[in-house]
């Protein structure tokens, strides 16, 4: 299960969605959720959908990650998918036993909750598979910079969230790791109760912290000895630059969003 969890994971190309400049790509990304949210319809959801595989497409990106991403998160969305479903009532009564009724319009609301949760999430991976740490902290702390005005530490701000995003791919494979020696030690993970199977995590998170802390210590040290002093003065080795392909993705973008409040007007 740790193994596939994709969060972080940035596969390196020359596709179109990989030039594309990660503010762009940021800003292309808050219309989408934008969209996502404001869509309620079947004709709705097919253009997101649509728009999603257009751009997994684009920028070469191989579904089977994107199936196995999603996989983390099934008791999420199933445990979401069952809260809509038999608490929305309205329209007809589909299923009645006791004290369980279901309604058609419970089945539609969890059904759209459920498509709602799968298309955000691999939107959200799109963007940091396609988008290096380093372009996504750049991106970030340009968006931002106007609240430098307000005294707000942008760069160091842009720089925690992305390291935090880079080292999550690490961690889980530092926890893997971590299970198999436990594992070969006899540990057991998955038998008694929840309290037993709470305790059983002791031996994992122990040592998950300290090679955390360590990591961080060596990161910070890496940081000092390259003379990193925060965001005052530095240069960068590549210039952000919007150029006509930007400019075309942020236009797609705005049409979506155009088209769905449109179909949302007219109730399609």
């Known amino acids: 299960m740790l193994k596939d969890i994709t969060l972080g994971q940035f596969f390196p190309g020359k596709t179109v969605i990989h030039r594309l400049d990660p503010r762009t790509k940021l800003l292309v ?25 257009m751009v997994t497409l684009l920028g070469h ?9 999603l996989k983390p998160m099934l008791i999420f969305i199933i445990f979401t998918a069952v809260l809509n479903l038999f608490y929305t009532k309205g329209g007809r009564l589909l299923f009645e036993w006791k004290f369980i009724h279901i309604y ?6 969890a059904f759209f909750m459920v498509l709602r949760i799968l298309l955000l999430i691999c939107g959200t991976f799109l963007l940091t598979y396609t988008t290096s740490p380093i372009a996504l902290t750049d991106a970030l702390e340009r968006l931002l910079s106007p609240l430098k005005k307000l005294h707000v530490p942008v760069h160091e ?10 080292f999550i791919p690490t961690l889980i494979e530092e926890t893997d790791k971590i299970i198999s020696a436990q594992k070969a030690r006899g540990a057991d993970f998955e038998t008694g109760n929840l309290l037993r199977r709470a305790k059983a995590l002791v031996p994992i998170l122990v040592p998950l912290f300290v090679s955390a802390f360590r990591r961080a ?21 590549k210039i952000l630059r919007f150029a006509s392909l930007d400019y075309l993705a942020f236009f797609i973008g ?15």
């Open 157 to 166: 701000l842009a720089m925690m969230m992305c390291i935090a995003l880079r």
């Open 217 to 237: 210590d060596e990161l910070a040290t890496a940081m000092e000895c390259r003379c990193y002093h925060g965001g005052e003065g530095r240069t960068r080795l």
């Open 29 to 53: 990304l808050i219309l989408y959720i934008v969209t996502l949210f404001l869509a309620k319809s079947y004709v709705s959801y097919a253009l997101v959908l649509a728009f999603l595989v």
């Open 254 to 268: 705005l049409v979506l969003l155009a088209a769905v409040i449109v179909l949302r007007h007219f109730g399609l």
């Open 104 to 109: 058609s319009e419970g089945v539609r609301t």
């Open 61 to 69: 990106i191989p579904f089977k990650a994107m199936t196995r991403g």
